[in-house]
Nanobody, 117 residues
Framework: VQLQASGGGLVQAGGSLRLSCVASGLSFDDYAIGWFRQVPGKAREAVACIDKEGSTYYDDSVKGRFTISSDHAKNMLYLQMNSLKPEDTAVYYC????????????WGHGTQVTVSS
């Protein structure tokens, strides 16, 4: 089982980025999947998540700016990030958890997002 995130980069404040995550060895039909981010010295935080039924969760700090989506046929997870702010700068990770448990157990390598002011 593997998750691989991509799409990070350097962008100016107000700009947009789209993160992608490809999953292998699991079916999105059985998992909840999400995006998390972490900055040095701080705990990893959930940004946006989507369950197998398509219900979504967004952290208050990204509501209205970020959109999570998934393509079950392709086992792809996306995070469209608009109106980026310097405080969005972080390493972003995609993760998955079996729908039967509440803890994310499968993590991909992160992708760096840097927003300049």
């Amino acid at each position: 089982v593997q998750l691989q995130a991509s799409g990070g980069g350097l962008v100016q404040a107000g700009g947009s980025l789209r993160l992608s995550c490809v999953a292998s060895g699991l079916s999105f039909d059985d998992y909840a999947i999400g995006w998390f981010r972490q900055v040095p010295g701080k705990a990893r935080e959930a940004v946006a998540c989507i369950d197998k039924e398509g219900s979504t969760y967004y952290d208050d700090s990204v509501k209205g700016r970020f959109t999570i989506s998934s393509d079950h046929a392709k086992n792809m997870l996306y995070l469209q990030m608009n109106s980026l702010k310097p405080e969005d700068t972080a390493v972003y990770y995609c993760a998955a958890r079996p729908s039967s448990i509440n803890r994310y157990t499968i993590w991909g390598h992160g992708t760096q997002v840097t927003v300049s002011s």
